[in-house]
């Protein structure tokens, strides 16, 4: 991934963060020489994300995906969020030299490694569980697999197989317009939040506004 200095993040907190309120991961692998995505949600057991800690997750038996982690295969998985149009006329700089063109803002997590595929039932089945917790841990009244009866599970397990990510390499991209002066970015900030239906446009402006040096007089 191209990444401009100004616009590299390497806050492991941050981007474990980022993949956790953001799990559907987009898995390109190469199938037979020809590249295939598919998107599946993925979890962290260890809590965080680091060079050498696995990600899981799970597919469909009849997803022939899964056999790129039979044969120990690379793949790339992307995981993306907040994003954001950027229109010239958010800078207040625009008014006085013109010198500025329309951008996007966003943030995506990279990560390479190398996929395994798991077949074990009891590895499956706690696989389904991680991920089952984690989604129904904002409910009320979360749902819990051992909720479905005992033979419908086996029955599920039967036909899905899981996957595990060794991570290898770990790239992170937050453009956020760090390279505008702050006054600028404070611009962009109102025009996003005049966007109160969107809540991608809310939370991009709660991301620059992170960057803080927001005050008029100071130049990024």
């Given at each position: 991934?191209?990444?401009?200095s100004?616009?590299?993040?390497?806050d492991?907190?941050?981007?474990?963060?980022?993949i956790?309120?953001?799990?559907?991961?987009?898995?390109?692998?190469?199938v037979?020489g020809?590249?295939?995505?598919?998107?599946?949600p993925?979890?962290?057991p260890s809590g965080?994300?680091?060079v050498g800690s696995k990600l899981?997750?799970?597919?469909a038996?009849?997803?022939?995906?899964w056999?790129?982690?039979e044969?120990?295969?690379?793949?790339?998985?992307?995981?993306?969020g907040?994003?954001?149009?950027?229109s010239?006329?958010?800078?207040?700089?625009?008014k006085?030299?013109?010198?500025?063109v329309?951008?996007?803002?966003?943030?995506s997590?990279?990560i390479n490694g190398?996929?395994?595929a798991?077949?074990?039932?009891?590895d499956?089945h706690?696989?389904?569980?991680i991920?089952?917790?984690?989604?129904?841990s904002?409910?009320?009244?979360p749902?819990a697999v051992?909720?479905?009866p005992k033979?419908?599970?086996?029955?599920?397990?039967?036909?899905?197989?899981?996957?595990?990510?060794?991570?290898?390499?770990?790239?992170?991209k937050?453009k956020?317009s760090?390279?505008r002066p702050?006054r600028d970015?404070?611009?962009?900030i109102d025009?996003?939040?005049?966007?109160v239906?969107?809540?991608?446009?809310?939370?991009?402006?709660?991301?620059i506004e992170?960057?803080?040096?927001?005050?008029?007089?100071?130049?990024?």
């Open positions: 991934m191209y990444i401009p100004h616009f590299l993040e390497t492991l907190k941050k981007i474990s963060q980022f956790k309120t953001h799990p559907l991961g987009l898995m390109v692998a190469n037979d020809e590249l295939v995505g598919n998107h599946l993925f979890m962290m965080d994300v680091d899981i997750a799970h597919t038996k009849a997803n022939p995906i056999e790129v982690g044969k120990k295969q690379k793949v790339l998985l992307v995981f993306s907040y994003e954001a149009y950027i010239p006329s958010s800078y207040p700089t625009k006085e030299t013109h010198k500025v329309p951008t996007y803002n966003y943030l997590v990279h190398t996929l395994s798991i077949q074990d039932e009891k499956k706690q696989i389904v569980k991920l089952t917790e984690k989604m129904e904002s409910r009320k009244d749902w051992s909720d479905a033979d419908y599970i086996e029955t599920m397990l039967a036909n899905i197989v899981g996957v595990e990510l060794l991570v290898e390499k770990i790239e992170a937050w956020i760090q390279n702050a970015r404070q611009g962009v025009d996003l939040r005049e966007n239906e969107d809540s991608n446009s809310l939370e991009m402006a709660r991301e992170a960057l803080g040096g927001l005050k008029p007089d100071h130049q990024s």
